[in-house]
């Protein structure tokens, strides 16, 4: 048997997330990228939000793709910078997010509305299991940076938690804490 793919070193700079060499950079600003994700948007600077840089393999579910996230320090009103969030679009693909550094909150969510809420930060390997949605929270002061590590074939489908939001939003309390609040645009698909 020929394996179709040689072996690759990606060096990750665990602080700071960046990948050398770096092959595939995203960048998410508010404005462009998010719109209608915050409650309180309207009026709100625009700005980058969170960068992803992914090493890119064959979308097949004989890969395992991986990424790097950084989420800037922030709020939109009262809610702490977030990704947009999504189910994969093979819905029963499942994923694992590794905390590298800064401090957050992993958001999961099904689509009848149960919710979980998980540590991201240094250390924290998060399973995020088939048909959970995911969404990942900056609460700190510093940038939160984590790897993912998923299917090939998972995809995206943004679409549901962009109607739908999700169950729960995190918002600065305040005392200045992050807190988990129900969601008031939240529809229940
Ligand atoms: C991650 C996410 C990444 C950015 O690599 O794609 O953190 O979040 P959004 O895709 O929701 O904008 C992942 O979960 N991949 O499946
Ligand atoms: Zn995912």
Redesign the pocket.
Known sequence: MTPNQDPFTTWVDLRTGTLDPERDLQD?HLAADMPGYYLEQDGAEDRLV?R?SAVPVPATNDELAS?T?IIEPGTVGREYHM????F?ANWERS?IYLGLSGEGLLLMATDDGQHRTAPLREGAANYIPGGWA???VNTGDEPLVFL?V?IGD?G?D?ATIAEEGFPVIVVRGDDGRPEVVDNPRYRRG
């Open positions: 998410k969170y992803v990424s996230t990704t947009k969030g999504h994969h994923e995911h969404r990942s993912a998923y998972a995206y943004y």
